[in-house]
């Protein structure tokens, strides 16, 4: 950042030099801020009329850079933005997918348009169809749900736990012989609890999706997620970790479950590429997608992969801190994380009594310029109107007029236990760029605002 960045508003035209310190400890990282944090902390906490600008933002975008600069350049100026063909030998997606599938630790990736479609490929390429049953988290994504639905199989909801995630005593009582896969979704940038989900989902022979989107670059016993189950998707739409504004990847050690999500990405046709990888063709032809990516994501996407790990590490790096500031607090519930190291740090979360405290928690802190808010970026899916009629694009489609689609009831009974996580925690966005002074000030906000609430 440069000094450029510090705007001073005309309509308060006398800014005070304290004001103006406030502003440039944040504007400018690096000594300054050493210097700014020192002299503040020396005294005595921040007064709450006097915060930092704490902002988040969108994590990928902030690291833009010339990188992204040069490799759009360079599809414009060898006017090949598609990826199979044109003058100038494009590559970009090519070799994102190559250096995507190193990244994670697995044989394939392919490169979509988004998560949501990635998702549809992933059903795609495990053979999910009508008659089949896939658990879903009771809180994730639309996606996870729509995948399901597309398909013309049953979405059964299991609760969430103290993780946040996937409940693996509510996974395994929701298993029946239908049951053909489970989405395992690691949200708010934490990984399930993988080590009970893959022996459950082994024991009984069903598949395992995971859904990367929130938590690209996580881990989980030192396997980067993606890599654990049958196949992973990854969204790069602009709140996600990396971002092309759009796009999305899925990743797979299986030949046959890459060859037919290649396939379906394609209109169910395979190009040589796909072969040259996976060897010779397993699959016939069949109905697809177009959800091709092009160049231009390609091109921005590989130079935020090639970014990735500082990203996580500065990330980590906040997270880490505050969460170390607050652990210490009588009490104190954090969220329960499975793997603390494989946890990304897109945010810090903690647990409180009842929804009234968990709302007042969030209003002081709030008051005190913090960014907390309840549990963000997903749906709580049993509850929606849409969800409970069951409506799908047809009344004939099939998910819903088998006899265990008819006989399925969602709403808040199917999930109590999710609707009673999601009332008590509070979520505080941690940013990549956060200074030690934002830190500290976060810790010091928490340490105040949640002993106030006992
Ligand atoms: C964002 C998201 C998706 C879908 O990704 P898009 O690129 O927006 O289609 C899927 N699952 C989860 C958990 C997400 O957060």
């Known amino acids: 950042m440069t000094t450029k960045n510090i705007v001073i508003n005309t309509k308060n035209k006398i800014l005070t030099r304290r004001k103006f310190l406030t502003t440039s400890c944040i504007a400018l990282s690096g000594a300054t801020v050493g210097l700014g944090s020192k002299r503040l902390l020396g005294q005595a906490t921040p007064k709450p009329a006097d915060p930092p600008n704490i902002d988040p933002g969108y994590i990928g975008p902030q690291f833009f850079d010339k990188n992204e600069e040069q490799a759009l350049l360079e599809v414009l100026e060898s006017k090949s933005p598609f990826r199979y063909w044109g003058p100038g030998n494009p590559e970009k997606v090519l070799r994102f997918e190559e250096n995507f599938a190193k990244f994670m630790g697995v044989r394939f990736a392919l490169g979509v348009t988004s998560g949501t479609a ?38 059964v909801f299991a609760d969430i736990d103290r993780s946040l995630n996937l409940d693996p005593a509510d996974f395994k009582r929701k298993i029946t012989p239908r ?26 022979s069903v598949a395992v999706l995971e859904d990367c989107a929130q938590c ?34 899925l990743v797979t050690s299986d030949p046959v479950i890459y060859e037919r999500s290649a396939r379906f990405h394609d209109m169910g046709t395979i190009r040589r590429l796909f072969l040259d990888r996976a060897g010779p063709s397993r699959v016939q032809t069949f109905a697809g997608e177009n959800f091709r990516m092009s160049e231009f994501t390609g091109a921005v996407i590989g130079a935020q992969l090639s970014k990735l790990d500082s990203m996580l590490a500065q990330l980590r790096g906040n997270a880490r801190a505050i969460y170390n500031g607050i652990k210490s607090l009588p009490d104190i519930r954090l969220r329960y994380r499975p793997d603390p190291d494989g946890d990304i740090g897109y945010g810090v979360f903690f647990e409180t009594k009842d929804k009234a405290s968990r709302d007042r928690c969030i209003r002081q802190l709030r008051q005190r310029k913090v960014p907390a808010s309840t549990l963000t970026g997903s749906v709580l899916l049993p509850v929606r109107e ?69």
């Open 216 to 249: 690209v670059g996580g881990s989980f016993g030192k396997k980067l997620l993606g890599s654990i189950g049958d196949v992973g998707i990854y969204s790069f739409q602009v709140n996600k970790m990396i971002t092309s504004g759009e796009g999305g990847a």
């Open 179 to 204: 049951t053909k896969a489970v989405i395992a979704v690691h949200l708010l940038g934490g990984p399930c609890d993988m080590a009970p989900i893959m022996e459950i989902a082994r024991k009984h």
């Open 118 to 155: 990635a998702l549809d490929c992933a059903v795609a390429g495990l053979g999910i169809g009508p008659g089949d049953e896939v658990i879903v988290p009771a809180y994730t994504w639309w996606s996870d749900y729509t995948c399901v639905v597309h398909a013309g199989a049953l979405p």
């Open 386 to 454: 849409s969800v409970i009629n069951k409506r799908t694009r047809h009344p004939n489609w099939p998910s819903f007029n088998s006899p265990e689609g008819k006989k399925i009831k969602y709403g808040p009974d199917s999930c109590r236990q999710t609707l009673d996580i999601f009332d008590r925690f509070v979520q505080v966005r941690v940013g990549a760029k956060y200074t030690q002074r934002i830190n500290n000030y976060i810790i010091d906000a928490v340490r105040r605002v949640y002993t106030s609430l006992t």
